[in-house]
């Protein structure tokens, strides 16, 4: 199998003690592409992956890898590899010897073994240090050992369990950039679970946003942040207003009459609700402008309440009348008003969401 | 630190250290005893050192412990770490709970009645299926491995729960199946944790008396049974001088023990 998906997962289920921590999963994963699964904690992204891994047996649904079914093929016969969060490093072995675990277990004759493990050093730059055991490593290299160790065995698979969590903030943006390397180099697909919205905006060429077992959204970053589905989608991927209110038009820009302002704001489209429905209105802060650069078919104005200094940045919450709040993100560089001063505000109708749910 | 404290507590350490460890030391001082009176001094003499290496009677009950202490050590320590493996990895396997108690039933229940549900039990085999023959070496192996073995499991259990889980299924993803994750991966780390059990099992072994003469025949007596033995018809400054070897051999396993523990805790 050549062309086709390298994973495909249809009606995944898996509960715990009667508790569903995936429901009812379907995706495919293409040849070569960085697929990462965002949520919060508990929401079932790690046991896909366990599942996926054959490290879980599921309860209903079906695993295909490379156009084979996996479903109920063990672990070791899977041609997945994994980069585990603890990167459960063989702490009695050392770096060379943890590279070379996995190929060991092919039965690979001793020099290709020392080729293959030459190969991974030089990818992950380890060089001088195959003879140190684990806890001679400093996190970062530790990282790098578990991803060698995982793509030795050349698997078309990747999976890869919260890679950075574990590292601070500076190594993180780093590694990242490392991932990324890697990952074209091999031409491995990734699937990475993560709970930083960030990371997975960085990295993935698709996410699939989960929520209580289930995918939520499932689409490119861009998309996925730009044209979130739900409330919940557009809440957990950066920072969004939302303004409650009915869909008056249901045309291209729409028209929303916004029911604590008592005004009608346009959006993008009606986000396939007809006119009538309840909706909510999700608008970025960073597409919210402040006078004298406001600007927009929306415009409104309010009172500064708070502003937050965020170093390239400045997060300003305006209050609108009506209870309501809107958060702007504007560039440092542009003044803001004190708090308790008046200012107006703006936002195109094409920065506006229309959502149902 | 308040004044009471620095020389209550000291004090309280001292005396503590002097009740455990005086008997000890009066053992080990008297066996360099020229008399042959255990209790009166005449001079210092390494006589009755001499005297136990010409005594065959303490050289065959040492020879008999030894060897009955290596193999219920061994058995002990291959059962006891499978039991601590499936206790802290199995889950929550079918009468897990009986299992443990069972496990762990040797470490409360009273010697005497271990040893005496033993020597019923070699008993009624022995008039069932003709085997154990009389009792002696083997039966003594059984009845030490049978305690020693819930030592092992304990120790080993502890360690298995320290260790990552995540180890064991990093290795059946690399395409390790459960037999090799168990000897690649599991059982080198589980070894200092099953050597710390084995050299346990070993000492209790060397030391029990109670079970020992439960389970021993005619013609297999343990050091233990012979100290005790002897001690009835009198003390001989020889035991004095066996105490003191005997001392000096568990304290140097017990500290080969300990380190190993040592350098694997880091």
């Keep these: ?357 | 630190m308040t004044r009471g404290e620095r020389f209550v507590l000291p004090a309280a350490l001292g005396a503590g250290y002097f009740f455990l460890y005086l008997p000890l030391a009066i053992v080990i001082v008297y066996s360099f005893n020229e008399s042959r009176l255990v209790t009166v001094w005449s001079g210092l003499s390494a006589r009755w050192y001499g005297e136990l290496l010409a005594n065959d009677r303490i050289l065959d009950a040492a020879g008999l412990s030894l060897g009955v202490g290596l193999c219920a050590a061994t058995l002990a320590t291959v059962l006891g770490t499978l039991a601590g493996v499936a206790m802290a990895r199995f889950g929550r396997f079918r009468a897990r709970f009986l299992f443990a108690v069972l496990l762990a039933a040797p470490l409360v229940m009273p010697e005497v009645v271990t040893g005496l549900t033993l020597l019923l039990m070699f008993v009624t085999l022995e008039q069932v299926v003709g085997w154990p023959d009389g009792r002696g070496f083997a039966t003594l192996v059984l009845a030490h491995a049978s305690f020693g073995l819930s030592y092992v499991a304990v120790i080993v259990q502890a360690r298995m729960a320290m260790l990552d889980p995540a180890l064991e299924e990093a290795a059946a993803d690399l395409g390790a199946p459960p037999a090799r994750v168990f000897r690649a991966v599991t059982l080198p780390l589980l070894l200092p944790a099953a050597a710390a059990g084995w050299l346990l099992a070993f000492t209790l072994s060397l030391d029990d008396l109670v079970i020992a003469s439960f389970t021993s025949g005619p013609g297999a007596t343990t050091l233990p049974m012979y100290v005790f033995a002897s001690v009835r018809l009198g003390v001989s400054p020889q035991v004095n001088a066996l105490g003191t070897v005997l001392v000096g051999f568990a304290a140097t396993l017990g500290l080969v023990a300990w380190a190993i523990w040592r350098r694997t805790a880091r």
Aim: hydrophobic fraction near 45%.
């Design chain 1, 1 to 357: 199998m050549t062309a086709g998906p390298v994973l495909r997962v249809a009606t995944l289920g898996k509960s715990f003690g009667g508790i569903a921590a995936v429901d009812g999963v379907g995706f495919e994963v293409e040849a070569g592409e960085i697929f990462a699964l965002l949520g919060p904690s508990g929401c079932g992204k790690t046991t896909l992956l366990r599942l996926i891994a054959g490290l879980e047996v599921p309860d209903s649904g079906t695993i295909a890898i490379d156009g084979e079914d996996m479903t109920g093929v063990p672990a070791w016969r899977r041609p997945v590899n994994t980069v585990f969060q603890s990167y459960a490093l063989f702490p009695h072995m050392t770096v060379a010897q943890n590279i070379a675990f996995g190929l060991r277990q092919d039965g690979l004759a001793r020099a290709e073994i020392g080729r293959r493990v030459d190969e991974m050093v030089a990818l992950v730059q380890l060089g001088g240090l195959e003879r140190r055991r684990p806890d001679q490593l400093s996190g970062g290299q530790r990282q790098r050992v578990a991803l060698a160790r995982s793509l030795a065995k050349r698997p078309k698979l990747l999976l890869l369990d919260e890679p950075l969590a574990a590292l601070d903030r500076k190594l993180r943006e780093q590694t990242r950039g490392e991932l990324v390397r890697i990952q074209a180099h091999t031409g491995t697909a990734f699937i990475l679970v993560t709970h930083d919205q960030e990371e997975a905006l960085a990295l993935a060429r698709r996410v699939a946003v989960m929520r209580a077992g289930r995918i939520e959204q499932l689409g490119p970053p861009r998309a996925v942040y730009d044209r979130p589905a739900s409330r919940y989608v557009a809440d957990f991927i950066g920072r969004v207003n939302l303004l409650e209110g009915t869909l008056v038009d249901a045309g291209a820009p729409a028209a929303v009459r916004c029911g604590a302002l008592d005004i009608v704001l346009r959006a993008r489209d009606g986000g396939g609700a007809a006119a009538g429905a309840a909706v909510w209105l999700a608008v970025r802060p960073e597409h919210v402008a402040l006078d004298p650069h406001g600007a927009g078919e929306n415009r409104m104005s309010g009172t500064v309440v708070a502003s937050s200094f965020l170093g390239e940045s400045v997060l300003v919450d305006v209050a609108v009348g009506g209870g309501a709040t809107i958060r702007a993100l504007v560039p440092a560089r542009h003044a803001v008003p004190a708090p308790g001063g008046a200012v107006a505000l703006g936002f195109a109708a094409a920065a506006v969401s229309v959502l149902t749910r």
